[in-house]
């Protein structure tokens, strides 16, 4: 029993060891996961070579100590006092992390408060086992021990490995893009629609769907608009035109937003993000600076083809969208990125069905009547078929279109064996969205089910007319 006891305590603070020297690997590539650059950018020089040599140091250390756990695991037990010191300086380590973490808590959203608890865990569990498997192999010392060091070489890789592991796999799991659409791009028409018969492809009552409704297609926006700016600084009038030539350097934090929207729209993400970050610093309670900033974000992500810095770019935008809705509830662009980030990414890992919910019908009591087609879209991708589908009329009175409600609503309504209230949404989605092809096809479908294959057949010849 007692060497069982002691094995097991050996294999423990082999794994302590290794996780640890493992944290102070990844923290060598930290700088570069977490685009340090970007962040450090516009800080004094010995600043940031602070910074960089600071974390470099603290790595080295981490492995160092890491290592020498390893070594001490499967060592001669501890006799003097210098080496039963020495070998508590993991735990000491790890306990002065978790005071710091109390004292000074990490920046990462609420909406990741899952990922945050997992990494405390960790550090927690770490800390456990640094400071008992010590204790035990220091109480076993005066027995004969005939260790097998093999055997605790693999145990303790293993262990470490799945310690590891676990904490990969927290990370992987909770990095989900966050794109303010889940929809896959779609292929477009090649000609106009507005040119064929539209009776002859069954569209023929869109005019009498609400004759007297002006429709809106609510999307996502790519950047601050012109009345955005001049709504928030009518003074930049001028600027606008000549975004370009505006000074990256200059202290105006509104001519810097308005330099950033340039740089985005010219393609050099890494040039705007600089730049709005200085916007931030100069005004961080200004909700257009971290706006922009989201905005400039979902371009980052789009760009970037590692899952890792996607994962951490997402984050980011997601902070950026809480504080631009925080500083201004009435930013729709902000309010649905935080809906689909909240609706899509997994339970605890940045997903709050709820929280998105309650954002939408905040929106929708305030009279934004854009919301409703995006809580229908949702309600059916709960199954509330029934509450969805009464969302997608209202949209329709309302004269509000967002683009893969409808087909959706269609696809439910035929479902459901209402084939007039199907015709109803696939055409309204063919009206607002003519070049989009699924739209079509749902059209299509719900002639068929009509009985009408004439017309679905014109559809789908029309479909492949215009895709070729």
Avoid at 142 to 164: N, P, T
Avoid at 277 to 299: F, K, P, T, V
Wanted: charged share 20%.
């Amino acid at each position: 029993m007692g060497s069982a006891i002691t094995y097991t305590a050996r294999a423990g603070f082999f794994a302590t060891g290794i996780a640890t020297a493992m944290m102070g690997a990844y923290h060598l590539y930290l700088p570069t996961h977490m685009q340090w650059d970007a962040g450090l950018d516009g800080v004094p020089g010995m600043i940031r070579w602070g910074v960089l040599a600071i974390n470099s140091d603290f790595s080295f250390l981490l492995m160092f100590m890491g290592l020498l756990a390893c070594v001490q695991a499967i060592g001669s037990p501890p006799r003097s006092a210098s080496e039963r010191i020495s070998i508590y300086m993991l735990a000491a380590f790890w306990l002065w992390h978790q005071i710091y973490l109390r004292t000074h808590a990490m920046p990462i959203p609420d909406s990741l408060s899952t990922l945050r608890a997992a990494l405390e865990t960790f550090g927690i569990v770490i800390l456990v086992g640094a400071a008992i498997c010590p204790t035990v192999l220091i109480v076993k010392s005066q027995e004969s021990l005939h260790v097998k060091k093999r055997w605790i070489l693999a145990s303790g890789l293993l262990a470490g490995s799945v310690a590891m592991g676990v904490v990969v796999a927290v990370v992987l799991w909770s990095m989900p893009t966050m794109k303010a659409s889940s929809q896959a791009d779609t292929p477009k028409m090649a000609i106009d629609p507005a040119e064929t018969d539209a009776d002859r492809l069954g569209v023929a009552s869109l005019a009498d769907l609400s004759p007297s409704t002006s429709f809106r297609v609510f999307k996502q926006a790519t950047s601050v608009t012109d009345e955005q700016y001049l709504s928030a600084w009518p003074r930049i009038g001028e600027e606008l035109v000549r975004a370009e030539q505006i000074d990256p350097a200059s202290e105006d934090a509104a001519l810097l937003n308005v330099h950033a929207r340039y740089l985005m729209r010219s393609g050099d993400l890494a040039a705007a993000n600089r730049v709005i970050n200085r916007a931030i610093e100069l005004d961080s309670e200004h909700a257009l600076h971290h706006l922009q900033a989201g905005m400039i974000g979902i371009g980052l992500m789009d760009a970037e083809q590692s899952p890792m810095k996607r994962w951490s770019l997402s984050t980011r935008t997601l902070t950026a969208m809480e504080a631009a809705l925080r500083l201004d509830p009435s930013l729709l662009a902000a309010r649905l990125y935080l809906v689909y980030s909240l609706e899509l990414a997994p339970p605890g890992f940045g997903g709050d069905r709820e929280r998105a919910m309650e954002l939408l019908d905040e929106a929708i009591e305030s009279g934004t009547a854009e919301f409703i087609p995006v809580r229908a879209r949702f309600r059916f991708g709960r199954g509330e078929y029934q509450a969805g589908l009464a969302d997608a009329r209202q949209a329709i009175a309302e004269g509000v279109y967002h683009p893969g409600t409808f087909t959706l609503a269609s696809t439910q309504a035929l479902e459901a064996g209402d084939s007039e209230d199907a015709f109803r949404f696939a055409s309204f989605a063919v009206r607002m969205e003519p070049d989009n092809t699924e739209n079509w096809r749902a059209l299509a479908v719900v002639l068929a089910s009509q009985g009408d294959q004439a017309r679905a057949d014109s559809v789908e010849e029309f479909i492949q007319e215009a895709t070729k």
